[in-house]
């Protein structure tokens, strides 16, 4: 995760909106995410948080508006878009339980064209601290190990843009210390960072950035002067 | 081009990797056409002239049975832990995904199929093995007809209730063609004075290359969220 | 409204119109006798139903490009009412073959294949009913009707091909070769009729279905509320 740089991108939302039948999940969901920001996405439960990171993700399909990524140059990343998809930690792993943790790793990386796909994966496995659970599947992993994994996927192809759904979930203070740490060094690396907090902790103090989220829209954003501290604390004095 | 028949090979070196550690689903799905076999045995006087004109057809109805239960779990285990979205995020075009099912289903499928064969040989008095090199052609594309149809409506069915029952529901009648051909070109081959169908191989060849198409056409929309 | 009340009444003229000529104004069949006049309503209904699944298909095929609900309504519509003719088609058959066969059933070539047209798009009412979310039924929907239509000529080849070889009463019997030229303008005249029948009926169920895909929609937004 360290000692390189990653080309800037940024992310565009214009008018998203995502339908689920009456129901809309996303409401013309408009802002613009500069290259290298560390942005906190917060609302309450069912306000459209992890709908717009799937949307991000570019995993669902908005029913109407446009996702882009400004500042995303193809050639500069080697004709291959290795930094092309954005890393996305989700609330499941999306990774093989049958498979063990190294197969997992290799095995996306292989997808991913990502070179040296072993060495990486090994790479990433020391990063996370699980290096020696490599030849274990994923099935007996605990919660904590599970959220590692889930991450490790994630940055496997160096991805510019990181987008982490509730990242603190099932981490100890130990483990939520590590993480706070990793995501600074990728932010400082060049790594956009786009995530959904419920509320304060280490994590959020990364953060330059934060968009509130009710019903699907957009009510509250640090970059129109609200603070940093009202919107992750919407409702409290 | 050459991105997407790697990126198959690596998902269908991880469809076998996964069955081969289980067997669950190979060892299932032979037990259950022996099971089949069997029942169909009991249904007839199997007297040698009858076993030749009714055998091969019961053996590959007994095959799109098994077949049909053999498929759900092929979209179905990738809603555990979300993997169908950590594929479609990794892979630059979703029909990867779909050549490497259609390739694992149909290596079970022949494999199954194969084992059976010396079974049904025996159980019906029918020979195999003079024409057997035809007879795997013929395994082979109604197997590849059987894998795309139900590959793809088992991406359908899996976002759908009581998947169970849907997924013969409507994979079943979607086959009727591959059933009639290849139980032709089957009886000619176990015939007293065996020949090759060639119209039905190149029927099946037809089916196989129509569904595959219209799977590369629409096979992204079938994994849409 | 007054403009489908109109086709309505016209369709109905048409179909009363059919039904005399059909009775009283082409010449007796030779053979068959008075029963073979259900050949005008057996086969009109068939041509009808087929056309409005095609139908279904085009709107299928339009769903899927551009998304848009009204597509939707029209594919299950067309879908219905294709049904409904292909159940009138899979009755009169029996029908007409009992007095003049003996049997109720022929296994013909065309009866057949049409069975299994009905068992697909029966199939296809029926994965809609196992999907609540209105836009992912109809993507879902849409995409196996566009296999179940690329399945439909396959069908009616392979059955053609392989399951007329014993001799079976054909139901169109030597009508197709040299059709008297009154029978020629009667069947003419009653497809057209059916053909007119089915616009109707399709349109007034894309009607109903469009009021109740709204009512749904309101529905769930005050249930969210």
């Known amino acids: 995760m360290n000692s390189f740089k990653l080309p800037p991108t ?37 306000s459209g948080k992890t709908t ?34 954005p890393g996305y930690v989700a609330h499941t792993t999306m990774v093989y339980d049958e498979l063990t943790a190294e197969e997992n790793l290799v095995f996306f990386a292989k997808l991913q064209n990502v070179e040296q796909p072993v060495e990486r994966a090994g790479e990433l496995l020391r990063e996370v601290g699980l290096i020696d659970r490599r030849t274990s599947p994923v099935r007996t992993f605990s919660r904590g190990m599970r959220q590692r994994i889930a991450i490790a996927r994630a940055l496997i192809h160096r991805p510019s843009v990181l987008l982490f759904d509730e990242p603190a979930t099932g981490l100890d203070p130990t483990g939520i210390a590590w993480l706070a740490n990793s995501l600074r060094e990728l932010n400082k690396a060049g790594c956009t960072i786009v995530m959904s907090l419920h509320g304060e902790s280490e994590i959020s103090t990364l953060a330059t950035r934060a968009v509130r989220l009710d019903a699907g829209a957009v009510v509250d954003d640090t970059n129109s002067g609200a603070s940093l501290r009202s919107i992750l604390n919407f409702g409290v004095a | 081009m050459a991105t997407l028949f790697a990126n198959s090979a690596t998902l269908l070196g991880k469809e076998l990797r996964t069955e081969f550690r289980s067997r669950e689903l190979l060892t299932t799905t032979i037990v259950f056409v022996l099971m089949v076999v069997v029942l169909f045995s009991f249904t007839f006087d199997p007297s040698t002239a009858e076993s030749r004109r009714f055998g091969p ?43 490497a099912k259609v390739g694992a289903n149909t290596l079970f499928l022949l494999v199954t199929e194969l084992l059976m064969l010396p079974i049904f040989a025996v159980l019906y008095n029918v020979p195999v093995l003079p024409e057997l090199p035809w007879l795997i052609v013929v395994l082979f594309l109604g197997s590849l007809g059987i894998s795309v149809a139900g590959t793809a409506l088992s991406a359908i069915s899996a976002q759908a209730r009581m998947r169970e029952l849907l997924l013969p529901l409507l994979l079943l009648p979607l086959l009727t063609p591959v059933l009639v051909a290849s139980t032709e070109v089957t009886v000619g081959l176990m015939d007293r004075e065996p020949s090759v169908q060639w119209k039905g191989i190149g029927f099946l060849a037809v089916f196989d290359l129509v569904f595959l198409t219209a799977l590369w056409l629409f096979g992204e929309y079938l994994l849409e969220e | 409204m007054t403009k489908r009340l109109l086709l309505g009444i016209v369709a109905l003229l048409l179909v009363i119109a059919a039904a005399y000529a059909s009775l009283y104004l082409a010449p007796e069949e030779r053979t068959m006798g008075v029963i073979q006049r259900i050949f005008y309503f057996h086969v009109s209904s068939a041509w009808a139903g087929f056309s409005a699944f095609l139908i279904c298909f085009v709107a299928n095929l339009l769903y899927v490009w551009r998304r848009d609900q009204k597509y939707d309504w029209l594919g299950v ?94 139901i169109l019997g030597g009508a197709n070769s040299g059709l008297d030229p009154t029978m020629k303008m009667v069947f003419f005249f009653s497809a057209f009729a059916m053909h007119i ?18 009512v749904e929609v309101l529905r769930r937004e005050v249930e969210v509320v």
């Open chain 2, 57 to 99: 057809g019961l053996l590959w109805l007994a095959f799109l049975f098994a077949a049909s239960l053999m498929l759900q779990p092929c979209f179905l285990r990738e809603q555990n832990n979300d993997t169908l979205s950590s594929l479609r995020l990794a892979v630059s075009d979703p029909f990867a995904i779909f050549l």
């Open chain 1, 52 to 85: 717009l990171l799937r949307v991000a993700s570019q995993i669902v399909r908005p029913t109407a508006g446009k996702l882009s990524f400004p500042g995303r140059d193809t050639a500069a990343t080697g004709g291959n878009g290795l930094h092309g998809r």
């Open chain 3, 197 to 214: 029948l089915m616009i109707f009926l399709v349109m007034e169920r894309y009607e109903v279905e469009k009021m109740a895909g709204e």
């Open chain 3, 77 to 170: 519509s067309a879908a219905e009412v294709g049904l409904a003719f292909t159940t009138v088609v899979l009755i009169t058959g029996p029908i007409w073959a009992h007095p003049v066969w003996g049997i109720w059933w022929t296994w013909d070539a065309r009866l057949t294949s049409t069975f299994i047209l009905w068992l697909l798009y029966v199939s296809y009412l029926l994965l809609r009913t196992l999907v609540e979310e209105p836009d992912r039924r109809a993507l879902l929907s849409s995409l196996f009707g566009i296999f179940a239509f690329l399945d439909v000529p396959l069908v009616f080849g392979a059955i053609r091909w392989w399951r007329t070889q014993h001799p079976s009463p054909v």
């Open chain 1, 10 to 46: 940024g992310l565009r939302f214009e008018k998203i909106d995502k339908r689920y039948g009456g129901l809309y999940a996303l409401r013309r969901v408009t802002f613009e995410i500069a290259p290298g920001e560390c942005v906190v996405l917060a609302g309450r439960n069912g």
